[in-house]
């Protein structure tokens, strides 16, 4: 297992629901990966080094963007519903950021609703998994992440040029076809199991069918 | 059949009619999945903080509900929750409920929203009760010195 690439990724997962962060946490942990959870988006940027202060792009965050940093960070995974800042918002932040613009991010969400799925993945998340998120889900990160761990050996102040590179090796994010298909699965995912129980009164009585 | 044989064939079937009666869904069993030597106790742990959020929870709508203004909005944000935790463990005619009076909630429909809350006490109950059977069962197996199988 030491000798495994896995065990060096680092994921940062934001979720306000104490349930979720346990769940998502065994998720990823079972995949070998390090993980840090965080109950919020604000304790997130904090824990990622962005504050107020350090605004956009100052000298030192494009050269060396990890240095204010504690501990690397190969991809974030966030709730999209929270309270104060949402997963949207958050996402939105990491992508004005020159010093983390390149981490990827993933949404995801008890809610399958295709607006906001589109919403976030025009605004540059790699996924969108519909909640509970399971470990096929999961399975799904690690070419994101080796995308950035490319990117890194091969850091220098022109972030422009890795950014090319990195488009050609994966389809970025305004690509139609492997979004069709996260789009397509989480709506089917997130009408399979509403489809068997009717939602309304009707339905009250859940007692067996 | 040996005692541990008997506990695991009750482990089994009691955690198949669960299933079958739609107390808990295909997420459960992911839970289960996630459990292994090195997490014995993940899925006690992970339905423990679902008892006590849930149990919260409860107490929290009851006192929206008592309020001589309903403040729909929190109810809803309550409900919400409710409904994302339900459905991480797989307490399936839980979270059935919550889809229920979300939509009663939008509506602003008093009536419905009552009878739900009732229902989601009565589900939440039945489940809890039913979840600590099944636990018990497999602390049974453990103390006759086997292991839970794995469905």
Request: charged letters at 25%.
């Amino acid at each position: 297992m030491g000798l495994s690439t896995e065990s060096q990724f680092h994921v940062l997962a934001v979720d306000d629901s104490i349930i979720d962060r346990k769940l998502i946490e065994r998720l990823l942990k079972t995949s070998s990966y390090q993980v840090t959870t965080v109950d919020s988006g604000s304790k997130a940027l904090e824990f990622l080094g962005l504050n107020e202060d350090k605004h956009k792009d100052t000298n030192q965050l494009s050269i060396s963007p990890n240095s204010h940093q504690e501990v690397e960070v190969n991809l974030i995974i966030t709730d999209y519903c929270m309270p104060g800042m949402t997963g949207y918002d958050l996402l939105k932040k990491i992508k004005e950021s020159s010093s983390l613009r390149d981490i990827p991010v993933v949404i995801m969400s008890s809610e399958n609703v295709p607006s906001r799925i589109n919403r976030c993945l025009e605004e540059g998340a790699e996924e969108f998994f519909l909640k509970p998120v399971k470990l096929c889900d999961v399975n799904k990160l690690k070419p994101h992440m080796m995308k950035t761990k490319y990117k890194n050996n091969h850091q220098n102040p022109e972030n422009q040029e890795n950014e090319e590179i990195s488009e050609e090796i994966q389809p970025q994010p305004q690509q139609q076809q492997s979004n069709n298909n996260n789009k397509r699965k989480a709506m089917e995912d997130g009408l399979s199991p509403d489809r068997t129980r009717p939602r309304f009164a009707g339905g009250l009585t859940v007692a067996s069918n | 059949m040996d005692l541990v044989g008997q506990l695991q064939r009750q482990f089994v079937d009691y955690t198949t009619s669960l299933t079958r009666e739609g107390f808990l869904d295909d997420q459960f069993k992911q839970l289960q999945k996630l459990q292994d030597e090195s997490n014995p106790e993940f899925v006690v742990e992970v339905v423990s903080l679902f008892f006590e959020d849930s149990e919260k929870l409860l107490n929290d709508l009851a006192s929206a509900f008592q309020q001589k203004i309903v403040d729909y909005k929190k109810v809803d944000a309550h409900v919400h929750q409710f409904k994302g935790s339900s459905s991480s463990i797989g307490a399936q005619r839980v979270k059935n409920v919550c889809v229920a009076f979300k939509t009663y909630c939008e509506a602003r429909n008093f009536e419905g929203c009552s009878i739900c809350l009732q229902s989601l006490e009565q589900e939440y109950h039945l489940v809890k009760s039913k979840l600590e059977t099944l636990f018990k069962l497999e602390q049974q197996i453990m103390a006759a010195g086997g292991s839970v199988p794995e469905l």
